[in-house]
Protein backbone atom coordinates (compact mmCIF):
# COMPACT_ATOMS: atom_id res chain seq x y z
CA UNK A 1 0.00 0.00 0.00
CA UNK A 2 1.26 3.16 -0.75
CA UNK A 3 1.27 6.39 1.08
CA UNK A 4 -0.13 9.64 -0.18
CA UNK A 5 0.27 12.65 1.79
CA UNK A 6 -2.78 15.06 1.73
CA UNK A 7 -4.17 18.36 3.19
CA UNK A 8 -7.29 19.49 3.91
CA UNK A 9 -8.28 22.72 1.91
CA UNK A 10 -11.67 23.07 3.83
CA UNK A 11 -11.60 21.88 7.24
CA UNK A 12 -15.39 19.49 6.62
CA UNK A 13 -13.43 18.16 3.43
CA UNK A 14 -13.44 14.24 3.59
CA UNK A 15 -10.90 11.89 3.00
CA UNK A 16 -11.35 10.19 0.26
CA UNK A 17 -12.27 6.07 1.04
CA UNK A 18 -12.23 2.65 -0.57
CA UNK A 19 -15.45 0.93 0.16
CA UNK A 20 -13.85 -2.69 0.54
CA UNK A 21 -10.56 -3.90 0.99
CA UNK A 22 -10.44 -4.86 -2.64
CA UNK A 23 -11.35 -2.08 -4.05
CA UNK A 24 -9.46 -0.12 -6.69
CA UNK A 25 -10.81 3.03 -6.77
CA UNK A 26 -11.10 5.44 -3.87
CA UNK A 27 -14.25 7.56 -3.16
CA UNK A 28 -14.02 11.35 -4.01
CA UNK A 29 -16.68 13.65 -1.76
CA UNK A 30 -18.42 16.63 -1.90
CA UNK A 31 -17.81 18.75 0.53
CA UNK A 32 -20.66 18.68 3.61
CA UNK A 33 -22.85 21.38 3.70
CA UNK A 34 -22.62 21.92 -0.22
CA UNK A 35 -26.19 21.23 -2.06
CA UNK A 36 -25.37 20.91 -6.16
CA UNK A 37 -27.80 21.26 -8.41
CA UNK A 38 -27.00 20.08 -11.74
CA UNK A 39 -29.75 20.53 -14.79
CA UNK A 40 -29.64 18.47 -17.51
CA UNK A 41 -27.00 18.62 -19.91
CA UNK A 42 -24.94 21.25 -17.55
CA UNK A 43 -21.58 20.46 -16.04
CA UNK A 44 -20.94 21.78 -12.48
CA UNK A 45 -17.12 21.91 -10.83
CA UNK A 46 -17.08 19.58 -7.42
CA UNK A 47 -14.88 20.83 -4.88
CA UNK A 48 -13.75 17.99 -3.06
CA UNK A 49 -11.60 20.40 -0.27
CA UNK A 50 -8.42 18.32 -0.80
CA UNK A 51 -5.04 18.58 -2.06
CA UNK A 52 -2.56 15.90 -2.70
CA UNK A 53 0.62 14.90 -2.99
CA UNK A 54 0.87 11.66 -5.55
CA UNK A 55 3.65 9.57 -5.61
CA UNK A 56 6.64 10.49 -8.65
CA UNK A 57 6.02 7.72 -10.93
CA UNK A 58 2.15 7.44 -10.59
CA UNK A 59 -1.26 9.55 -11.79
CA UNK A 60 -4.41 9.20 -10.10
CA UNK A 61 -7.14 8.55 -13.08
CA UNK A 62 -11.02 10.16 -11.88
CA UNK A 63 -13.57 7.53 -12.99
CA UNK A 64 -17.34 8.10 -12.61
CA UNK A 65 -18.79 6.27 -9.60
CA UNK A 66 -21.13 3.42 -11.72
CA UNK A 67 -24.17 3.78 -8.99
CA UNK A 68 -24.74 7.66 -9.83
CA UNK A 69 -23.23 7.25 -13.65
CA UNK A 70 -26.11 4.61 -14.11
CA UNK A 71 -29.00 5.63 -11.95
CA UNK A 72 -28.59 9.70 -12.21
CA UNK A 73 -26.78 10.36 -15.24
CA UNK A 74 -23.66 11.76 -13.33
CA UNK A 75 -20.18 11.20 -14.85
CA UNK A 76 -17.21 12.63 -15.15
CA UNK A 77 -17.51 15.51 -18.06
CA UNK A 78 -13.93 14.43 -19.21
CA UNK A 79 -14.74 10.84 -19.11
CA UNK A 80 -11.31 10.75 -17.36
CA UNK A 81 -9.50 13.30 -15.54
CA UNK A 82 -5.36 12.84 -14.85
CA UNK A 83 -3.72 14.32 -12.01
CA UNK A 84 -0.18 14.52 -12.54
CA UNK A 85 2.30 13.72 -9.81
CA UNK A 86 3.04 17.35 -9.60
CA UNK A 87 -0.08 18.75 -9.27
CA UNK A 88 -0.59 20.23 -5.71
CA UNK A 89 -4.13 22.36 -6.43
CA UNK A 90 -7.50 21.29 -5.42
CA UNK A 91 -8.61 18.28 -6.35
CA UNK A 92 -11.80 18.85 -8.74
CA UNK A 93 -14.76 17.08 -10.52
CA UNK A 94 -16.30 18.36 -13.72
CA UNK A 95 -19.77 16.28 -13.40
CA UNK A 96 -21.63 16.61 -16.54
CA UNK A 97 -25.84 15.61 -16.35
CA UNK A 98 -26.31 13.45 -19.02
CA UNK A 99 -29.95 12.94 -17.95
CA UNK A 100 -32.77 14.41 -19.26
CA UNK A 101 -33.89 15.63 -15.43
CA UNK A 102 -32.07 18.29 -12.66
CA UNK A 103 -30.19 16.29 -10.36
CA UNK A 104 -29.28 17.30 -6.99
CA UNK A 105 -26.14 16.75 -5.04
CA UNK A 106 -25.90 16.46 -1.33
CA UNK A 107 -22.95 17.45 0.52
CA UNK A 108 -20.96 14.74 1.75
CA UNK A 109 -22.22 12.89 -1.13
CA UNK A 110 -19.61 10.56 -2.98
CA UNK A 111 -19.35 11.53 -6.86
CA UNK A 112 -16.34 9.89 -8.12
CA UNK A 113 -13.17 7.46 -7.95
CA UNK A 114 -9.94 7.94 -8.29
CA UNK A 115 -7.47 5.23 -9.06
CA UNK A 116 -3.49 5.74 -8.02
CA UNK A 117 -1.52 4.17 -11.35
CA UNK A 118 2.19 3.50 -12.49
CA UNK A 119 2.70 4.95 -15.96
CA UNK A 120 5.01 4.67 -18.52
CA UNK A 121 6.80 8.01 -19.77
CA UNK A 122 7.04 7.51 -23.50
CA UNK A 123 10.16 8.78 -25.80
CA UNK A 124 8.79 9.54 -29.07
CA UNK A 125 11.30 8.33 -32.33
CA UNK A 126 10.43 9.29 -35.82
CA UNK A 127 11.28 6.86 -37.89
CA UNK A 128 10.61 5.47 -41.98
CA UNK A 129 8.51 2.58 -41.15
CA UNK A 130 6.80 0.32 -38.65
CA UNK A 131 7.35 -3.59 -37.77
CA UNK A 132 4.30 -5.25 -39.42
CA UNK A 133 1.54 -7.08 -37.24
CA UNK A 134 -1.21 -9.57 -38.28
CA UNK A 135 -3.28 -6.82 -37.72
CA UNK A 136 -1.50 -4.13 -39.33
CA UNK A 137 -3.48 -0.89 -40.50
CA UNK A 138 -6.87 -2.31 -39.90
CA UNK A 139 -8.58 -0.46 -37.42
CA UNK A 140 -12.16 0.44 -36.04
CA UNK A 141 -13.92 -2.64 -35.62
CA UNK A 142 -11.66 -4.78 -37.59
CA UNK A 143 -10.98 -7.42 -34.43
CA UNK A 144 -14.38 -8.41 -34.30
CA UNK A 145 -18.06 -7.87 -36.00
CA UNK A 146 -18.93 -6.15 -32.39
Known amino acids: MAEVRFIKLESNAIVPTYGTDYAAGADLYTLPGDKI ?3 SGETVMIHTGIAMEIPEGT ?3 IFARSGIATKRGLAPANKVGVIDSDY ?4 MVPIHNHSG ?3 CIQGGERVAQMI ?3 YVKAEFIESESLDETERDT ?3 GSTGTN
Open 37 to 39: EVK
Open 59 to 61: AAF
Open 88 to 91: RGEI
Open 101 to 103: QTQ
Open 116 to 118: IMP
Open 138 to 140: KGF
